[in-house]
């Protein structure tokens, strides 16, 4: 199975001029702790939840003025709608996200989320799935958490 028969089109975005008050209430109504940042369609980071808190709110910014691009992960890592859903888990498992922005030539086509993965695999191929995304790595660099 492909990212793009499981993928979720259309999904919510932020530009980078948003402020993070306005991210922050749109992860709220769609009920989601990341949100892609897009420019014109084109994907140009992500922010999420932990970005706002850590790089605004607890840094004594005002989220009502802090435009998200000073708090967003630019250059996220993303994958491509061709790809087959078991390297999707693999990615995820790698690098610890649970949602990867699906691009094609730049442009946002959707996101993929580990429960849409979570779906296709057995119980015991879910939970480990699931377990390797939430391990913490161990002598690797840090990457934005999706």
Do not use: W, Y
């Not at 995820?92 to 849409?116: C, N, S």
Request: hydrophobic residues 40%.
């Amino acid at each position: 199975m492909k990212v793009r028969d499981l993928m979720t089109s259309n999904p919510a975005t932020v530009g980078p001029d948003d402020v993070c008050a306005r991210a922050a209430t749109l992860m709220r109504e769609e009920d989601c702790g990341s949100l892609p940042v897009t420019k014109d369609a084109r994907l140009v980071g992500i922010v999420t939840d932990r970005d706002i808190v850590i790089r605004a709110v607890a840094a004594g910014r005002d989220p009502k003025t802090t435009p998200v691009s000073e708090v967003m992960s630019a250059d996220p890592i993303t994958i491509a709608p061709d790809t087959n859903a078991d390297e999707a888990a693999k990615m995820m498992a790698e690098f610890q996200v649970r949602r990867l922005p699906v691009v094609e030539d730049g442009r946002l086509l959707g996101i993929v989320v580990t429960a849409q993965l979570a779906r296709r695999e057995s119980k015991g191929e879910m939970g480990e799935t699931i377990k390797e995304i939430s391990e913490p790595a161990s002598g690797r660099a840090s990457h934005a958490r999706g």
